[in-house]
């Protein structure tokens, strides 16, 4: 298609810019870094989607919530508290003293080091492994659990 006319040509890429900005305003939704979501009683700082997040927490406290999908969380350092959604979730604590809540689905959590608590979900298949440190390890007949 060419255009003869510079008005013409203008008023071709405006359409498109326009058409751009409203696609990109219509894409998935993305984690936010908070919400209305609590975990244990603590306002989330980091709040998932119903679909697979990654998060990587920083050196401080992350409340981190997920609401489904097969997440991948990196807390950090710091004495993180994390509310996993349903799915196939892993999670690593890193340093601190660490609470990890897992739900439906095998989750795979981590403690690295510091005291922390892994609590898996009811009836599924939780792998969890605190390492170093002096760790709380709730599990079922189906998990495995390295306190």
Do not use: H, K, W
């Amino acid at each position: 298609m060419t255009f003869t006319s510079r008005s013409a040509r203008r008023a071709v890429l405006a359409g498109s810019a326009a058409l751009l900005c409203a696609a990109a305003s219509l894409s998935l939704a993305t984690p936010s870094i908070a919400g209305g979501e609590t975990c244990r009683g603590e306002q989330a700082t980091f709040v998932g989607t119903p679909g697979r997040d990654v998060f990587n927490g920083g050196p401080g406290r992350d409340v981190v919530v997920t609401l489904g999908g097969n997440d991948d969380i990196d807390a950090g350092g710091g004495n993180d508290l994390i509310c996993a959604g349903g799915g196939r979730d892993e999670i690593d604590g890193d340093a601190g003293n660490d609470e990890m809540y897992g739900q439906g689905g095998n989750d795979e959590m981590d403690g690295q080091s510091g005291d922390d608590t892994l609590i898996g979900g009811r009836g599924d298949r939780d792998d969890a492994d605190g390492e170093i440190g002096f760790d709380t390890c709730n599990a079922e007949i189906e998990d495995q659990c390295e306190a």
